[in-house]
């Protein structure tokens, strides 16, 4: 029988398959080396902050990026499971993987499942490549949570489409290079009809970039305002009218990932490595044990959409769950460490210290129930999923 490995979190795993566990001690070798480099520096919600195309490039030339793409369009042709694999040790390591996320995560799996021949061979292997960044273009100013009450419209044009509206919170328009953008094509009585997906060139004539910064400064969000953007009829993705079930879809991508509950977790690293300097108390210890074994659970849901996906299956009501469980952990990983280890948070001690990785994750805790829905909305995702059954 093959030796188990361990999993970021310390527990054996011999439910992954023989490929997989391998390519974790693969994956962390890699990381190894690239903190003996110092590109990799442990810091929480890497997936959102640490934009490093290099980087990127780096895990490309080694097929971890695109690995669920097939091989005809420049993928892996690897499984959902491998990739999850690859992740996990990356977001548990904090490497700047954001240049790529969107693209890897749901872009490139988007593009393969509704788009035309044409699209595929032109974007993906530039995906896999770790040579062609995306942003998601869903969310607006009265439009967040409720998704279908979109107002960017898209107006037929004698050759393609004119995009008009403004997206928000969208994460890397300023540096990607196309964004998939929800419009509504055709008024509808049922506000989920009617809309439709397209690809939108950022440097397209009539895009403008405006900055949003985070409390901490960082510029990582944009409102992307689109001012009657020309798209070519190429560019719409999918069928049109049937933006509703596709991005529903996609949403299983970006809601069951280990970003989910992972985005805090070098955080706990980083309180382990100080108390490993003291004596651990009994409650320090009984503490650390249950965000263990939180952690451990979400991550057995996650794994479970994770395999799901690998057998072609759509699982929204699963992707919200763990996307609830995850992100309401994330928050409480941080309170639970401020009460564990009292320390004053610094944004500037000394980069990598504690004090600074804990004021790092605070800054960016807002946002953390709030990015890919609401707990209220995927509450409600939940409920109706449960009814159902």
Known sequence: MPTATISPLGFPEAVLPESARQLR?????????ERARGTV?????????????????????????GMALPTEYGGAGRGFLERYV????????????????????????SILQHGTEEQRRFFLPRIAAGKCFFSIGMSEKSSGSDLASVRTCAERTADGWRLTGTKMWTGGAHANDYAIVLARTEEAEDKHAGLSQFIVDLRAPGVRIEPIHLMSGEHRF???????VHVPEAMLLGQQGDGWKQVTGELAFERSGPERYLSTFPLLVSLLRELDQRAMTAEQLTQVGILTARLHSIRQLSLGVAAALDAGASLDTQAALVKDLGTRLEGALVDSVRSILPTPADPHATPGSHAELLAFALLHSPGYTLRGGTNEILRGIITRGLEQH
């Open 25 to 33: 001690l693969d994956v962390r070798d890699f990381l190894d080396e």
């Open 41 to 65: 520096l442990g810091r929480p919600d890497s997936w959102l902050a640490g934009w490093d195309p290099a980087f990127t490039r780096g895990l490309a030339e080694r097929g971890w990026v």
């Open 86 to 109: 690859v992740i996990e040790e990356l977001l548990a390591a904090g490497a700047p993987v954001s240049a790529h996320w969107v693209s890897d995560r749901q872009a490139g799996p």
């Open 222 to 228: 944009n409102a992307f305002h689109l001012e009657g």
